[in-house]
């Protein structure tokens, strides 16, 4: 695994110079999303290259954790989306049942493995834990090593059916993909909130401080995106 710093010479279009303008929000929250990854990618690629992020905190659910734990590692979003959030990616991987595994696998390609140093406390991954037979949301936010970090982005991916029956054990805890009790997490109020969906269901698009589509989109493009004829 490369460092973060390191993804620097790895796209040709990311700016080395570091943004002087500190970003106005001490939090930032992402929706479950999804391959809807595209909008809030496209919301973090602005943010990144205009505003130092090193003191925000933030939060993710399902897709949107990927796109938070980006930010944390500085690793530039054209280069993700190259690897994860690019349409091209997107067209060919548009089997729902492929959809985790070649998430999980893209996860562990570009997760830095100085990740842990870049995290300090920084994000919360929101995962669905079982307890008995309810499923109730867990804020993972204390990493201990590279694999603590790796295995939280996977349970929250890890789709019931879509990747399989049992759920992901980590750290002794049954975890499936945070969607399924918490699919944007309000923990870091007051924060900017970004959703690719204008009706989110917590209400975050009648505040002040939401990102969101003007636009509806089908709920089905975040499981069966659209092909080029509709882009």
């Avoid at 492929?98 to 994000?123: D, F, G, H, S, W």
């Avoid at 009648?206 to 589509?213: G, R, S």
Wanted: negative net charge; contains cysteine; hydrophobic residues 35%.
């Amino acid at each position: 695994q490369p460092s973060a710093a390191a993804y620097s010479h790895m796209h040709p279009s990311y700016n080395s110079s570091a943004p002087e303008q500190q970003f106005p929000f001490g939090g930032m929250s992402f929706h479950a999303s999804g391959w809807m990854q595209v909008f809030q990618g496209g919301v973090a690629k602005y943010i990144q290259e205009k505003y130092q992020l090193d003191k925000c905190k933030m939060v993710g659910t399902s897709g949107g954790a990927i796109v938070a734990c980006t930010l944390c590692c500085d690793i530039p979003m054209d280069l993700a989306f190259s690897e994860i959030l690019g349409v091209r990616n997107i067209n060919k991987h548009n089997n729902v049942f492929r959809m985790c595994a070649y998430t999980k696998q893209v996860i562990k390609k570009m997760l830095p493995i100085n990740c842990i140093e870049l995290m300090k406390n920084r994000l919360t991954i929101v995962c669905s834990k079982m307890e008995n037979v309810n499923l109730v949301p867990m804020y993972a936010s204390a990493f201990n090593s590279y694999d603590d970090i790796l295995n939280y982005l996977n349970a929250t991916v890890h789709i019931p059916i879509f990747d399989g029956f049992f759920p992901q054990v980590t750290d002794a805890y049954n975890l499936y993909d945070g969607m399924l009790t918490d699919s944007h997490s309000p923990v870091l109020d007051p924060c900017l909130k970004v959703t690719w969906d204008s009706k989110c269901y917590c209400g975050c698009t009648q505040e002040n401080n939401t990102i969101f589509p003007e636009i509806e989109i089908p709920h089905y493009w975040c499981m069966y995106p659209p092909d080029e004829r509709i882009l």
